[in-house]
């Protein structure tokens, strides 16, 4: 790095930071970071200015779309009014979200949810990823082992899927499908017929969102599985990459139902093997095999094995053994901790990065997940779960 740029770095962030806070996409994008955040995770200094931010933000986005919105949207999807497809349209909506809005509803006799998209959004998106491609472009000049203009782009194709609810449906037909005869793991099927950019329809989920469950053996168990069901969606090509506890519910019938397929990413097999043999690496502490796989996953050169392994281990700590551990916030924090306190190690490694743009989403899956459960916190031993994960897929969820 030259000697101006942290000012570079600091001027794009500042520019990014002013397209956060006023723009339509930004103030969406806010709203949900806010809805996902403990407060005690923002630095104590930084803590009045963000979250003056993100509360107008959600101010700004939790206002219910009216009743005659709701149906001229139906209704443009349909081509016909809602009430020729539907016996009865719940008017109360049972969720109200930055980007949707969700009513219960009966469709030939069988509850439905019915999720409408908030209007003009998915185009204010568009506008405004352009004026962010353009701000973080300058990216790509400081960080240029990031093929920065490659992460963008792709950041840029996965967020305008999260607006396009007919991609939701094509993606969580796949999910349902691949899990129709699974013990325990069920997303509920989409009725593509009804599908459109602005609405999806979805057979209705009873049950109980694990962020509404008392703390238990019962939430354990939930949360366990929604970690197999992310992470072993990687072997099975295809990752739910906005796990969130409240769109994980706990059914009558014991199962874990998934919901909100708005932002998911393909896996291609290769990347899958790839990962199990760097994880399978990491619990044999085999750091040349480990080498071997970060750089067959273009993540780093082979000879880097030993010592991302050796940062791993320091900064993982208990959470990378083989004993159960609880993940909550303090343990990520300890984490966070460890790799603050050997930046020589982590310098290197992460000048020697690299971060292909098909583990972008892939990444993001990851540290949703992890953030999820953290806020919950939720013990196991993680290095074999995982590990288990990539390797059988969801048949490792029981
Ligand atoms: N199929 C469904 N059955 C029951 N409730 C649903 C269903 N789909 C959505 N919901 C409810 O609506 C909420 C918001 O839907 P979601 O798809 O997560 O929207 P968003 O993408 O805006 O987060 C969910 O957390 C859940 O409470
Ligand atoms: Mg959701």
Redesign the pocket.
């Known amino acids: 790095m030259s000697a101006d740029e942290p000012d570079r770095i600091e001027a794009i962030l500042r520019v990014a930071a002013r397209i956060a806070t006023t723009t339509p996409s930004g103030r969406v994008l806010l709203a949900r970071i806010a809805a996902q955040l403990d407060p005690d995770w923002v630095p104590e200094a930084m803590r009045a200015r963000v979250s003056g931010h993100l509360e107008t933000a959600l101010d700004a986005t939790a206002e219910p779309l009216r009743r005659e919105t709701v149906e001229a949207i139906l209704q443009q999807a349909w081509g016909a009014p809602a009430s020729d497809e539907l016996d009865e349209l719940d008017p109360e909506p049972?969720?109200v979200?930055p980007?949707?809005q969700?009513h219960r509803a009966t469709l030939a006799g069988a509850p439905v949810?019915i999720?409408v998209l908030r209007p003009g959004l998915s185009a204010a998106v568009r506008r405004d990823l352009v004026l962010l491609e353009g701000a973080l472009a300058p990216l790509a000049a400081v960080l240029p082992q990031l093929d920065g203009l490659a992460l963008v782009h792709e950041a840029r194709e996965r967020i305008l899927d999260e607006f396009d609810l007919e991609h939701e449906a094509t993606v969580q037909r796949r999910f349902a499908r691949a899990l129709r005869r699974h013990p325990v793991l069920s997303v509920?099927a989409p009725v593509s017929r009804l599908a459109g950019e602005q609405v999806l329809v979805?057979?209705?989920?009873d049950g109980t969102?694990i962020s509404r469950m008392p703390a238990g053996p019962e939430r354990e168990l939930a949360a366990v599985r929604l970690a197999g069901f992310v992470l072993g969606g990687a072997r099975e090509g295809v990752m739910h990459a906005g796990a969130?506890l409240?769109?994980a519910l706990l059914t009558p019938a014991g199962k874990l139902a998934v919901?909100?397929f708005?932002s998911a990413c393909a896996v291609p097999a290769a990347g899958a093997e790839l990962a199990q043999q760097a994880v399978d690496a990491f619990v044999r502490r085999s750091g040349d095999a480990l080498g071997t796989a970060l750089d067959g996953l273009g993540l780093l050169p082979p000879a880097c094995g030993p010592a991302a392994l050796a940062l791993l281990e320091t900064a993982l700590g208990e959470l990378g053994g083989e004993a159960p551990t609880r993940l909550d916030l303090d343990a990520l924090a300890g984490v966070g901790r460890r790799i603050a306190s050997e930046p020589a190690g982590s310098l290197e490694l992460l000048a020697a990065a690299r971060l292909p743009a098909e583990h972008l989403w892939p990444l993001r899956a990851v540290g949703q997940l992890g953030a999820a459960l953290a806020r919950l916190g939720v013990t196991a031993a993680w290095p074999e779960l995982v590990a288990r994960s990539l390797r059988d897929g969801w048949a490792a969820v029981s």
């Open positions: 049972v969720a979200t980007t949707a969700v949810a999720k509920p979805s057979e209705w989920v969102p969130d409240d769109d919901l909100d708005g």
